[in-house]
């Protein structure tokens, strides 16, 4: 059974950066696309970046992209999101997200297309 562990949430300065984790349990992420998504009170849950399983293909959502950076580290099972320039508008509940891809180049922006998920990890961003 794979299991999703998020980390790093925290509270942070307008400004200033975190680096979420997120560790893979149960296989390998070598296996899956990964995905970051968010969910802020009141809100849907909404799509920040996605890899593919062989980490060459990455996207990102329009509000976060130039200042976010998702990659993955294979030896520890671990898939990572460096946001920078944080704005009180990225204050949300994180949660990583893997659905097994045949294809491994293969990644969604989309919720439904993902099996398994994390608790989530809360980043709060003061002024």
């Known amino acids: 059974q794979v299991e999703l562990a998020e980390s790093g949430g925290r509270l942070v300065q307008v400004g200033g950066s975190l680096q979420l984790s997120c560790v893979l349990s149960g296989g390998s992420i070598s296996s899956y696309a990964t995905a970051w998504f968010r969910q802020a009170p009141g809100k849907e849950r909404e799509f920040v970046s996605s890899?593919?399983?062989?980490?060459?293909?990455?996207y990102y959502e329009d509000s976060v992209k130039g200042r976010s950076t998702i990659s993955r580290d294979v030896a520890k099972n671990t898939v990572y999101l460096q946001m920078n320039t944080l704005k009180p508008e990225d204050a949300a509940t994180y949660y990583c997200?893997?659905?097994?891809?045949?294809?491994?180049?293969?990644?969604?922006?989309?919720?439904?297309?993902?099996?398994?998920w994390g608790q989530g990890t809360q980043v709060t961003i003061s002024s």
């Open positions: 997200a893997a659905g097994y891809a045949y294809d491994p180049l293969w990644q969604s922006p989309r919720t439904y297309d993902y099996d398994y």
């Open positions: 890899s593919s399983a062989s980490g060459t293909n990455v």
